[in-house]
């Protein structure tokens, strides 16, 4: 489904190049739930960010669902992202003028759908992710949970290929985020929604189902696991 | 993995927009103060904006009615070539055949004063004036009966009357009277030529005191009867320039086709190719430099006021932009477009533009209001000013829907411009490099 080969990253950071991939080469099927763990600085970001289309190669390339991405026209990376990927972010991103439905209701209206498509859709993915009765709620109403909660939801409302997390967990306690952890792993269980995670908690990588480990824009380990 | 059904063209850009339009406003409450005190200065500019244009659009009105009312007239037949050289009042390029003219006129119902327009110096003497003195000025010889339909000088003599036909006797101004320390029956004395050149001495007596509007003819136009001067300069019955009254709801509005064809039916006995009929707009294109003078002062203004906004409405959202990089980043993550982005800060900024035209429209229409009823009295700053103007101490202004329009729209669609500035430097960045901002 997502393929990614010899994919070589470099960027500036002050005056310092730092390369970030260096070879990276990975393989991603439907309904996996992988985690890319590694330290701050091996590259697991800028990997996700390659896969989400948000960011260019130096070198190598990327095929999501067949379509090779890599050198893709500015109007085709866009359509990808709009209608294939969901992001998780690790600060949430959410608008803080925006209620909970809204926030949510965001991807599906970027699409240009009916509102009345746009709601049932909506409010059943706040359903899913434990929000009923506070898709009126803003984000300072929320707690951080809720609020990833919220992010989740609008990660997946568009019914994506694949949802990209960057450490979702971070910004949690560890309770909060072993209850994001669940949530996700049984939206991948019940709807066969790939995840593909960056992290470097280990409570996130003892939930995923392949492990991918990093170090210095290298694939250091790649390894199948049962879930915790 | 379901798929996301594409909806047709036409609604899922509608859908889009309502999003960014309610997202927009949403955003405009975000940041309160900010949008307050960026509407404000919006408004204030609008406000300002208005008002100038009302007091500007009052001083062209005023201007163009006190030409039509004690100068020009609607229009006016002169000998051909006069108009050019009028301000040397010569008295050889006359209308000839007054007495025609006015007779066809008069058939078809036209209103029609004739004057002779002629140059001389006014001389008085000490006792019972408080000092000798004299000065040149612009002599008028208008027929009693018909100036009245033509120019509004009748109606501004406050004291004393016309001359009547066959009388020595002058009209002058409340501002000469005051300078010469004249007042009725004072007598004068005039030395002016004849048609032929000849030097010539009118001794008159001051039967009437008027003061117009139009401060240029108060200051150099002093008026006595037609036949008078006819008989002092040997015109024998010629006229430098038969006035016209023709209806129109504004001065240069009037259509001259009758005029013309009336004359051109008649036209060997009119003067044929001697004379011609000019327009207010003729008449007046001298004027046209005054204007442009007033048209570089209002977009002076306009120029200040549109920057105030711009800096404001700029200022404002740069601010919003660099505050929400990171979620202009998470949007253009998820699949927003540029366009998109663009759009929604315009209509968010077009907002503001539109919130402070309201208040500024408010504002203004107050400012309006007060200059169409009380406005302005200039009579001090301009007492020494030595120019032409054709506007009274009292300036007012004039309500124009259409300025208030167009001050409206131009604020809210600056703003939405402006807004694009700062956005266009966010969007140049990498989509990675905005989502690490905090």
């Known amino acids: ?83 294939k990927i969901g992001f998780v972010f690790q600060s949430f991103n959410l608008i803080p003028v925006l209620t909970a439905y809204e926030n949510v209701a965001m991807a599906l209206s970027l699409l240009g759908l009916p509102e009345s498509q746009i709601r049932e859709r909506t409010m059943n993915l706040l359903a899913e992710v ?99 | 993995m379901a798929s996301t059904e594409t909806p047709p063209h036409g609604r899922s850009h509608r859908v889009r927009l309502q999003y960014f339009a309610m997202l927009a406003l949403k955003n405009l409450f975000r940041y309160r103060r900010r949008t307050v005190v960026t509407a404000s200065a919006v408004a204030f500019g609008v406000a300002i904006f208005v008002a100038m244009a009302s007091l500007l659009n009052g001083l062209a009105a005023e201007g163009d009615r006190n030409l039509a009312n004690y100068e020009t007239s609607s229009a006016a037949i002169t000998g051909a070539g006069y108009w050019r ?55 008028y010889g208008i027929d009693v009966e018909r100036d009245p339909q033509v120019f509004r000088l009748a109606e501004t003599v406050n004291e004393g009357r016309l001359p009547e036909p066959g009388e020595d006797g002058i009209l002058i101004s409340a501002w000469l009277a005051e300078r010469l320390g004249a007042e009725l029956s004072y007598p004068v004395t005039i030395t002016t030529r004849t048609r032929d050149g000849f030097h010539q001495i009118l001794d008159m007596d001051i039967v009437g005191i008027y003061q117009t509007p139009n401060p240029t003819v108060d200051r150099s136009q002093i008026y006595l009867p037609l036949d008078v001067v006819d008989t002092y300069l040997e015109m024998q019955g010629a006229v430098t320039a038969i006035h016209l009254a023709l209806p129109e709801p504004v001065p240069g509005a009037a259509d001259l086709g009758p005029v013309k064809e009336a004359l051109e039916r008649d036209r060997e006995g009119v003067g044929g190719t001697g004379i011609e009929l000019l327009s207010f707009a003729e008449m007046t294109e001298e004027f046209a430099a005054a204007v442009e003078i007033q048209d570089v002062a209002f977009n002076i203004v306009l120029v200040l006021l549109g920057f105030i906004a711009v800096v404001g409405i700029s200022n404002t959202m740069l601010m919003a932009v660099l505050e929400r990089e990171r979620e202009i980043g998470m949007m253009r993550a998820i699949g927003m477009r540029d366009g998109e982005i663009r759009l929604m800060f315009a209509l968010e900024a077009a907002a503001i533009g539109l919130l402070g035209a309201a208040a500024g429209l408010l504002l203004g229409a107050r400012l309006v209001w007060y200059l169409v009823n009380h406005g302005i009295d200039y009579g001090t700053l301009l007492e020494g000013v030595e120019m032409d103007f054709r506007f009274a101490d009292v300036l007012y202004g004039v309500w124009s829907v259409r300025t208030m329009f167009t001050a409206a729209v131009g604020a809210a669609m600056l703003a939405a411009v402006v807004a694009l500035l700062p956005v266009r430097a966010i969007l140049r960045r990498e989509i990675t490099e905005s989502l690490r901002r905090h």
Request: one cysteine or more; aromatic letters at 4%.
């Open chain 2, 85 to 139: 050289q009028r301000e040397e009042y010569p008295l050889d390029i006359l209308v000839e055949n007054t007495g025609q003219i006015l007779s066809v006129l008069d058939a078809d119902g036209v209103a029609a004063a004739p004057r002779v327009a002629f140059r001389g110096e006014l001389i008085v003497h000490y006792d019972p004036y408080p000092e000798d003195g004299s000065v040149y000025l612009a002599l």
């Open chain 1, 130 to 228: 434990g929000l009923s009765n506070m898709e009126g709620r803003r984000p300072a109403k929320l707690s951080g949970g809720q609020q990833q909660r919220v992010a989740v939801a609008r990660a997946l409302v568009k019914d994506p290929l694949i949802v990209l997390a960057d450490e979702p967990t971070a910004n949690l306690d560890s309770e909060t985020g072993e209850a994001i952890l669940q949530l996700m792993k049984g939206i991948n269980q019940r709807r066969g929604t790939t995840f593909v995670f960056s992290t470097h908690d280990q409570m996130v990588m003892d939930y995923a189902d392949r492990l991918c480990r990093l170090h210095d824009g290298l694939i250091e380990s790649d390894e199948l696991r049962r879930s915790a």
């Open chain 1, 1 to 83: 489904m997502i393929t990614v080969t010899d994919v070589h990253k470099e960027y500036l950071d002050g005056e310092t190049h730092v390369r970030a991939l260096r070879g990276v080469s990975l393989e991603i099927e439907k309904g996996e739930f992988l985690s890319i763990a590694g330290p701050s600085g091996s590259g697991k970001t800028t990997l996700l960010n390659v896969i989400g289309c948000i960011d260019t190669v130096d070198s190598g390339s990327v095929l999501i669902d067949g379509l090779a991405v890599t050198g893709g026209k500015k109007g085709d990376l866009i359509e990808i992202r709009r209608n």
